[in-house]
């Protein structure tokens, strides 16, 4: 099966600076890689996501970037704001394994005034 | 439209009795998934639901635990004989299956078990 590492576990950056969350999978045959954001006591949310035929995507200024040699993905966040405070999760979806997704372990990322 | 509804929001039960969760998914969604997320740890998947289709349960962590979905809509997360390691939050989430991908996750139930 899918296994992905998440690091870092916990990142405070002030706020204006950028973040970056690094993720890894372990098979080669994930196509799909989705980032989930989960305020405090909410549920997660998507906040972007990435297939398999693209190396990187932006929205705003969120971007992700993938490397599909290496397997592994990449969170980026710039002009960190105070309610980009949260716990975000990376995830990956087997190519043929229906819609499961296998999360990372989380990041909880402090953006400091 | 709606959300992916859950209940009950809060659940606390004594060790060794049994449990029924619920979730709603959104209407038309034909995939439904349940994932268990302890304190302060990430999103360990339970069971996963796609139409007609048999369901994916090589995430349940026991013979204790099983699923049903009923008419393709609502389903039930039963855990039998609790025990406190089983004290989480309970997610279910829903997606419009086929290839997209986007899963969109109920509130939560909170269990506890004493």
């Known amino acids: 099966g899918e296994n992905v590492e998440q690091h870092p576990s916990t990142l405070s950056v002030q706020e204006g600076d950028s973040a970056v969350i690094k993720c890894t999978y372990s098979?080669?045959?994930?196509?799909?890689f989705p980032w989930y954001k989960q305020e405090l006591g909410k549920r997660p949310q998507l906040i972007i996501d990435i297939r398999s035929n693209v190396g990187e995507k932006k929205d705003q200024r969120i971007a992700v970037t993938l490397n599909k040699t290496a397997k592994h993905f990449s969170l980026h966040i710039t002009e960190t704001q105070p309610e980009d405070s949260a716990v975000y999760f990376c995830a990956a979806k087997l190519t043929g394994g229906g819609n499961k997704l296998t999360f990372g372990t989380g990041t909880q990322l402090k953006v400091e005034l | 439209g709606a959300g992916v509804s859950q209940s009950p929001s809060n659940k606390v039960t004594e060790k060794g009795k049994d449990v029924e969760l619920r979730c709603d998914p959104i209407?038309?969604?034909?995939?439904l998934y349940w994932y268990r997320q302890s304190l302060g740890q990430g999103l360990e998947f339970l069971i996963y639901f796609q139409g007609n289709s048999a369901p994916d349960k090589s995430g349940l962590p026991s013979d204790r635990f099983s699923a049903e979905r009923t008419g393709g809509s609502v389903s039930t997360l039963t855990i039998q004989r609790t025990q406190q390691e089983d004290s989480a939050v309970y997610l279910c989430?829903?997606?419009?299956?086929?290839?997209?991908?986007?899963?969109?996750f109920g509130p939560g139930t909170r269990l506890t078990v004493t």
């Open positions: 098979d080669s045959a994930s196509n799909y």
């Open positions: 989430a829903s997606s419009l299956g086929g290839t997209t991908g986007e899963q969109y």
């Open positions: 209407s038309g969604h034909t995939a």
